[in-house]
Nanobody, 117 residues
């Protein structure tokens, strides 16, 4: 099993920044691609950004140029640097990791991000 714990959410003004962290523990050798998803009230969970074991990244169109996903393999942690926040970025953000052995996904508990003045 793999456990994921997010941190770093909170309140920021529009145009401001936040940095999310997701620390993995447990059978971390089984982890492949990791990602951040967001879910606003009444909406489905959506992919925000993804990073492979090798460091390859991809982003949703809505966050390209504003958010940066990164990975520190030594700390078993991924990050999401969120700049130029917009009110529409307000959501619960979830960390997700792929288990390359059994082909399942693990999820963190989520962290609230609110961009509001």
């Amino acid at each position: 099993q793999v456990q994921l714990v997010e941190s770093g959410g909170g309140l920021a003004q529009p145009g401001g920044s936040l940095r999310l962290s997701c620390a993995a523990s447990g059978r971390i050798v089984r982890i492949g691609t990791m990602a951040w998803y967001s879910q606003a009230p009444g909406n489905e969970r959506e992919l925000v950004a993804r990073i492979t074991r090798g460091g390859g990244t991809s982003y949703s169109d809505s966050v390209k140029g504003r958010f940066t996903i990164s990975r520190d393999s030594a700390k078993n942690t991924i990050y999401l640097q969120m700049n130029s926040l917009k009110p529409e970025d307000t959501a619960v953000y979830y960390c997700q990791a792929d288990d390359v052995v059994v082909g399942i996904s693990y999820w963190g508990q989520g962290t609230q991000v609110t961009a509001s003045s």
